[in-house]
C-alpha cells in the first residue's frame, strides 16, 4: 500500500531577483531520500538546466548557484499528500502549498513554470484567478518518453532564457 501522509520535506528556493518560479508536483521518494528537488538518477532536470546554461549541476552547491545566475526558482505545488509511488498519478488526498504568499513575499517573480501536468493542473484549480504568466515545460521525468533530452532543452532554453532576452 502507500506511504500514509507526507508532508513536504524542502523550502522554496527562491532569491530576490527571481523571476521565474518552477513548480512541480511533490518530491520523487528518491528525493526525499537525497534531501533534494528531482534528486531521482534518471530525471533529468539538472542535465537539461546544464545543456541550456553550459555550468554544471553535479554538486548542490552547484545547483543552487545556477538557480541563481538564471533568476529560476523552485517550489512544488503541493504540501502535503498521500501515494502509492513516486509517480504524480499515484498521488491523492493533496493540500497545496501557499503559492500566492511566496509571489507577494517575491514579486520579482513574474511567471510560473510547471513541470508536470499534475501541477499545472493543481495550480489552476487553486490558482487560477491569479494574474501571472504560466509556461509548462515538459516533463523531465524519464518516464516521459514522448520528447528526447534535447527536444526537452529547446524548450527549456526557449521559455527560461531565451523569451526572458526579449523582454
Request: charged letters at 25%; aromatic letters at 12%; proline letters at 5%.
Amino acid at each position: 500500500m502507500g506511504e500514509g501522509r507526507l508532508e513536504h520535506p524542502f523550502k522554496p528556493i527562491v532569491y530576490r531577483d527571481t523571476d521565474t518560479l518552477i513548480l512541480g508536483s511533490f518530491p520523487s521518494i528518491d528525493s526525499f531520500d537525497k534531501g533534494f528537488y528531482y534528486a531521482h538518477p534518471r530525471n533529468q532536470f539538472w542535465k537539461i538546466l546544464t545543456m541550456i546554461s553550459g555550468y554544471p549541476s553535479l554538486i548542490k552547491d552547484q545547483k543552487y548557484w545556477l538557480l541563481k545566475k538564471l533568476h529560476i526558482g523552485l517550489w512544488d505545488v503541493i504540501a502535503s499528500c498521500s501515494r502509492e509511488n513516486s509517480l504524480d498519478s499515484s498521488l491523492y488526498d493533496e493540500e497545496v502549498n501557499d503559492i500566492p504568499s511566496l509571489l507577494e513575499v517575491y514579486p520579482s517573480i513574474r511567471r510560473v513554470a510547471f513541470t508536470g501536468r499534475k501541477a499545472q493542473t493543481l495550480f489552476e484549480a487553486n490558482f487560477g484567478h491569479m494574474e501571472i504568466e504560466r509556461n509548462y515545460l515538459p516533463s523531465p521525468s524519464a518516464a516521459y518518453a514522448r520528447m528526447n533530452i534535447e527536444e526537452k532543452a529547446a524548450i527549456y532554453k526557449e521559455l527560461l532564457l531565451e523569451r526572458k532576452e526579449n523582454r
